[in-house]
């Protein structure tokens, strides 16, 4: 049986966290929060946005103003990231030798149908996958399994012939929750934040379809998924 693979957006299809914590910070600054964006993103990166922003108050937020804030954010992180806008190095040349190779491809994130259509696009990167699975696709956002369940699914494969690339924790807790392998991409994280994946690489240089089956050997079914792990990066603001 050939793998399934499931790709993350953010982090992993382009390298884009350094632009989205900005705009986080932008939107903090305007709202006078003293919040780290990059320290929240490396806890929470792979949740909705109105979802990270729910925890940055002290008191409760109505759904339509976080819904806003979201919204700023989003313009502000487009205006940052208009012109940078670049597929992460070694990707395009990994998607077409899996295709070669009859893999499925798809796409999950907590996006919305507009974000993900700002990035594959406009890199013209939609004809590589068989489906993509947004915000509006999903009941619940990561770390729960919704994201690459509903994928999976919809491209007729098993969990346990299914391997995530992500760039988040939360990702990949959200990989294990549902049954899959994952390759973590330390485009933003450094290896030793990820709990158990196939392996970690910097980008997709030098990856190939090859290189990742003889990994599936080497470790034959998925983690479990640690939920301490998970929990902490709710925990720790």
Request: proline fraction near 7%; glycine fraction near 6%; hydrophobic fraction near 40%.
């Amino acid at each position: 049986m050939k793998p399934t693979l499931l790709f993350d957006l953010d982090g992993v299809i382009v390298d884009n966290t350094p632009y989205q914590a900005r705009a986080f910070q932008l939107l903090f600054r305007d709202l006078g929060l003293t919040t780290n964006a990059r320290k929240l993103l490396a806890r929470l990166n792979g949740m909705p946005a109105t979802n990270i922003l729910k925890t940055v108050f002290r008191h409760p937020v109505p759904a339509k103003q976080l819904k806003d804030y979201a919204g700023q954010r989003e313009f502000l992180y487009r205006t940052l990231y208009w012109s940078k806008r670049r597929a992460m190095p070694g990707l395009v040349a990994f998607l077409e030798a899996a295709r070669a190779a009859g893999f499925k491809i798809g796409l999950g994130t907590g996006s919305p149908p507009e974000t993900i259509s700002y990035i594959l696009d406009h890199l013209d990167l939609r004809r590589y996958f068989d489906v993509v699975i947004g915000k509006d696709d999903i009941a619940r956002g990561k770390p729960h399994a919704d994201t690459f369940s509903v994928g999976a699914a919809r491209l007729g494969a098993r969990p346990e012939d299914c391997v995530v690339f992500e760039d988040a924790v939360l990702g990949e807790q959200a990989a294990y929750k549902a049954g899959m392998r994952c390759v973590a991409v330390a485009s933003t994280l450094p290896a030793k934040a990820f709990q158990n994946p196939l392996t970690v690489i910097k980008d997709f240089t030098g990856f190939t379809p090859k290189r990742l089956l003889e990994l599936l050997e080497q470790q034959p079914t998925a983690p479990k998924p640690d939920k301490q792990r998970a929990q902490r990066q709710y925990m720790q603001l």
